[in-house]
């Protein structure tokens, strides 16, 4: 077990990489940290990356990277990895912040890059779109969601915060409830990728962004249940779903073993757990309907 510590930045597939650029540095407000031809890589102004682009269909992730702890020589997790039957390869240059990683394929099929040294980006003096903190979360449809968890728990050390059923999985890697999310589909993709926001103000803030650049959002504002992050969400040209969050769950403690208490918890305390499929997707009432299908059906 290797792990894993924090979400690094997400790859996404696009025709467009300039269209992309623009909304994720004019909309989003990310700082565009380097360009070449084929590839772009985009930080969140307090300088860690989260957003990579490269030629290729929209809405499709190709790529993910996860932090280890800073100073762990990845020779050994590349052997701890190898113990675990999972063939790796090191490679260099992944991002101006990344010079080296570990390099493998998940079961899902997606690259995943182990990275344990990291340099933030600079501070590129501009001030534009909403600027979110960090990558929180990246979700996944996957077409077997026990295999998938196990994978990310047995291997690369992540924890389950919550189960709704035995189809969507919310697994944690840090203080954060989740990190990755694994829900499940018949046919693998992208669910969607979400910014962490600092509080309720900039979800309001984030909104009339939106509607200012005519983009409208598909759910929200709402509080989640699972998770308990206030939320929005809306699709960009691409059709990649983005949500926009705060407020989200937080174990600061593991050795406690529940979420840090809040007025709108349903336990006291609030602690790892399966939630049944009558659970509603918006603690305030609106779009709060009981669906089967859990958050698939957020377009």
């Not at 597939?13 to 590839?39: C, F, M, N, W």
């Not at 929209?58 to 280890?68: C, K, M, T």
């Not at 728990?153 to 919310?170: E, Y």
Request: aromatic residues 10%.
């Amino acid at each position: 077990m290797i792990n894993v510590r924090r979400l690094g930045h997400a790859t996404l597939t696009t025709p467009d990489i300039d269209r992309q650029i623009e909304y994720y540095t004019e909309v989003v407000g990310l700082a565009l940290v380097e360009r070449s031809k084929d590839r772009a890589f985009l930080a969140c102004k307090l300088g860690l990356e989260a957003i990579a682009l490269e030629p290729g269909k929209g809405n499709a992730l190709s790529r993910i990277s996860f932090q280890v702890d800073p100073g762990r020589d990845l020779d050994d997790v590349a052997r701890a990895l190898a113990k675990d039957g999972v063939k790796t390869e090191r490679r260099s240059g992944i991002s101006p912040g990344i010079a080296k990683a570990v390099v493998f394929t998940d079961p899902k099929g997606t690259e995943v890059q182990i990275f344990s040294e990291y340099t933030f980006a600079r501070d590129d003096g501009r001030s534009a779109g909403i600027m979110p903190l960090k990558l929180g979360h990246v979700a996944y449809r996957v077409d077997d969601v026990q295999k998938t968890v196990k994978f990310y728990c047995d291997v690369l050390g992540f924890r389950v915060s919550d189960w709704r059923d035995d189809t969507f999985a919310f697994l944690r890697c840090n203080t954060d409830h989740h990190t990755v999310n694994f829900v499940h589909d018949a046919e693998p993709q992208l669910h969607h990728i979400a910014f962490e926001v600092k509080d309720w103000a900039e979800i309001q803030r984030a909104a009339e962004t939106l509607a200012r650049h005519d983009i409208h959002l598909v759910w929200g504002p709402g509080r989640h249940i699972i998770g308990h992050n206030i939320a929005i969400y809306h699709r960009n040209s691409d059709k990649v779903r983005v949500e926009f969050f705060c407020e989200m769950d937080l174990m600061k403690d593991e050795s406690l073993g529940y979420f840090d208490p809040r007025p709108w918890h349903q336990d006291r305390p609030q602690r790892p757990k399966v939630w049944g499929p009558e659970t509603l997707r918006n603690y305030w009432g609106y779009g709060s309907e009981p669906v089967i299908r859990g958050y698939q059906t957020i377009e």
